[in-house]
């Protein structure tokens, strides 16, 4: 079974950063040839979104509201991700919540993913 934990959230102004991090375990990142890991967030009110995703050859994918601001990576040994996020704007304000998958087709849909961690709150004031 897969297991994914946040960690690394906060509070922050406008125009600072936070690293986000994610525990992966039950997921071998270098044996899984056709998984792909991804960040997503949900604002109050609002539905959940995907941010940034990332193969297992290392190719990523962001949506454009945070793409230059925001950097998906993995540290393979570790079996972390993580989701630098520079520039941070109040919009950014959610819970953020890692997720793993296998042949993923659409990177920013949460559906095509099958496990996914209990999030992190990242809040910016303006």
């Known amino acids: 079974e897969v297991q994914l934990v946040e960690s690394g959230g906060g509070s922050v102004q406008a125009g600072g950063s936070l690293r986000l991090s994610c525990a992966v375990s039950?997921?071998?990142?270098?044996?899984?040839?056709?998984?792909?890991l991804a960040w997503f967030r949900q604002a109050p009110g609002k539905e959940l979104e995907g941010v940034a995703a990332?193969?297992?050859?290392?190719?990523?994918t962001y949506d454009n509201s945070v793409k230059g601001r925001f950097s998906v990576s993995k540290d393979n040994p570790k079996n972390t991700l993580f989701l630098q996020m520079n520039n941070l704007k109040p919009d950014d304000t959610a819970m953020y919540y890692c997720?793993?998958?296998?042949?993923?087709?659409?990177?920013?849909?949460?559906?095509?993913?099958?496990?996914r961690g209990q999030g992190t709150q990242v809040t910016v004031s303006s």
């Open positions: 990332i193969d297992s050859d290392g190719r990523s």
């Open positions: 039950g997921y071998d990142f270098r044996r899984n040839y056709l998984g792909t």
């Open positions: 997720a793993a998958g296998q042949m993923v087709a659409d990177k920013l849909r949460l559906s095509e993913y099958s496990s």
